[in-house]
């Protein structure tokens, strides 16, 4: 079990007969500092080496990749059962985001996306999840990770208590503002509901893609157990109860829901939500053969959602080069040797 697996009272249990204080000093490192244990020379050498060996890293480095001239960064992470995860770090000019995977694998079987495609394994730990972070915030130095979206392989709301445990940990702990942290879901009703009645101002990303039950449901199979008008009366609670602004995250296919019938279907959802809608060209996976949109029917998509009242902007394309971009995460790539961090 990864040190970040343990809550406060069992690291203290692991730490037993060492001089209470000594707790608080591992838990500054791992968070605050986000150090490798290492690293923290605080702590007596014989410490460390008892606690690593106890608890080892949840992560072992298969395989790093980067693009756009190092400003994109993608890992892939072996787990200790053999599982895999991609992690992917963003620098722009003004920010740093990290995206992290929440599962291995994932169960929404959505055709357009890598990971749908590839099926579902088992839900991440707070821990596995939290380190990804950390591995993040160590490359970036000495640029701070500014932004954590939880946006990668999986669904988060299918792994929502351990999800919620991370973001607390990374609120509480690590620093981090709420307000910097996104958590997307394709519309798992429950999820979002248990999310607009707590305390954190998280913000929401529900991944649409289509405004009508029939195009969705073709597009989003989770659609037939919540269909839209359910999903958007949720998303209503959310932004009552949270007063956040809601983001629509739609991805654009070629000749599917790049129409003009889809930009007024979408601009209707939105109206009453007051919601943003962040379109993304489709990056190209090799169990969907279907196209992107070109990229003048996806200024053209964009336009015309503004024409009709709707914040809409177009996401920049990071990493597709290397696999790293919307939709193309798969755990795939072929594994180097391991190299533990």
């Not at 707070?126 to 932004?147: T, Y």
């Not at 998509?301 to 996401?315: D, K, S």
Request: aromatic share 6%; charged share 20%; hydrophobic share 40%.
């Amino acid at each position: 079990m990864s040190l970040y697996d343990l809550d406060r009272a069992a690291l203290a249990a692991a730490l037993v007969g060492q001089p209470r204080y000594r707790c608080d000093q591992v838990w500054d490192g791992l968070y605050r500092r986000a150090a490798p244990l290492d690293q923290l020379t605080d702590l007596p050498a014989a410490m460390r080496d008892a606690l690593s060996a106890a608890h080892p890293g949840a992560l072992t480095q298969a395989a790093r990749s980067t693009a756009d001239g190092g400003n994109t960064v993608k890992w892939l992470w072996s787990l200790h059962d053999g599982e895999r995860i991609e992690t992917v770090l963003m620098h722009y000019p003004r920010r740093t985001t990290v995206c992290v995977s929440t599962q291995a694998g994932c169960a929404m079987a959505c055709d357009f996306c890598a990971t749908g495609q590839a099926g579902f394994a088992r839900n991440l730990t707070a821990g596995e999840i939290l380190e990804q972070v950390v591995q993040a915030r160590q490359s970036a130095h000495p640029r701070r990770v500014d932004n954590v979206v939880f946006m990668g392989m999986g669904e988060p709301m299918a792994n929502f208590d351990r999800t919620w445990q991370a973001v607390e940990r990374l609120t509480a702990d690590m620093g981090l503002s709420a307000r910097s942290l996104t958590i997307s879901t394709v519309g798992l009703t429950p999820g979002i509901r248990r999310m607009a009645e707590l305390e954190l101002p998280v913000n929401l990303a529900v991944s649409l893609h289509a405004a009508n039950d029939e195009l969705r449901t073709r597009l989003v199979p989770i659609n037939r157990r919540y269909p839209i008008a359910d999903l958007m009366d949720a998303c209503a609670h959310y932004v009552r109860s949270r007063r956040r602004r809601l983001s629509f995250e739609w991805a654009l296919i070629d000749g599917v829901n790049d129409r003009g019938d889809d930009a007024q279907e979408l601009a209707a959802l939105c109206a009453p939500l007051r919601a943003h809608v962040n379109l993304i060209p489709l990056n190209p996976t090799g169990g969907f053969m279907t196209r992107g949109s070109p990229p003048q029917r996806v200024q053209a998509f964009a336009e015309h959602l503004r024409q009709l009242g709707v914040n809409a902007t177009v996401r920049a394309n990071r990493g597709s080069d290397i696999d790293a971009a919307c939709g193309q995460l798969s755990a795939a790539t072929p594994m180097a040797p391991p190299t533990r961090r």
